[in-house]
């Protein structure tokens, strides 16, 4: 029963690929991450809504980038150059039983055999793991990760402009009003303090709205 169990569990498919064909299925949030037309690839529609909403509640991080790269690891392929679409010939639309079949990349050299001559940067290190073609493609959807997020930060400067130009503006027309106001207690003050001095002042008021 022991060993039974336990080749159960190493022909289990790993979690992310579990948790990325229950997300890419999931109806609520079709217009985010979905199957393509023919169930052979997913796409992402909106990658900072992805990365924004989904990671965070199935992966622990909100790191799309680092999404992409689990999946480089798995042997995905950008399907098409155009939009955030993978592909594996083993991640099928209503055939998750084919998950056990994806194995993950092998990295060709661990940290600990390297000496302190041979580290290099996280890019080069991908050079080196995965092609430079795939490592390409990396840095590309890297750039276009960055793209959108100087997008978003831009749009939100542009929103804290306009709300400061707004506040500003309500400002000013508080402080003209303040002034106006004043001006007319000014006027009021000096008609009370002439109507004192020369009581004629009050007789003449009086005597024009009698008229009037």
Not at 65 to 91: C, H, I, M
Not at 133 to 161: C, G, N, S, T, Y
Not at 186 to 202: I, K, R, T, Y
């Amino acid at each position: 029963m022991a060993s039974g169990g336990g080749k159960l569990a190493a022909d289990a498919p790993p979690p992310f690929l579990t948790k990325t064909y229950d997300l890419v299925g999931d109806p609520s949030s079709k217009d985010v991450v979905s199957w393509n037309e023919d169930g052979t690839s997913f796409v992402v529609w909106k990658p900072a809504e992805f990365a924004r909403d989904l990671l965070p509640k199935h992966f622990k991080h909100n790191n799309f980038s680092s999404f992409v790269r689990q999946l480089n690891t798995y042997g995905f392929r950008k399907a098409d150059p155009d939009k955030w679409e993978f592909s594996n010939e083993n991640f099928l639309r209503d055939r998750k039983d084919l998950l056990k079949d994806i194995q993950r990349r092998k990295p060709t050299k661990t940290p600990k055999d390297e000496g302190p001559s041979q580290l290099v940067s996280k890019s080069l290190i991908e050079v080196g793991q995965y092609g430079i073609p795939e490592a390409i493609d990396q840095l590309k959807r890297d750039r276009e990760v960055l793209m959108m997020e100087l997008v978003r930060v831009r749009q939100r400067q542009q929103m804290l402009e306009q709300q400061m130009l707004d506040m500003q503006h309500r400002v000013e027309k508080a402080e003209r009003r303040q002034g106006k106001a004043e001006k007319n207690q000014a006027q009021m003050f000096q008609f009370v303090q002439q109507a004192m001095n020369d009581p004629s002042v009050l007789h003449q008021l009086i005597s024009r709205s009698q008229h009037n």
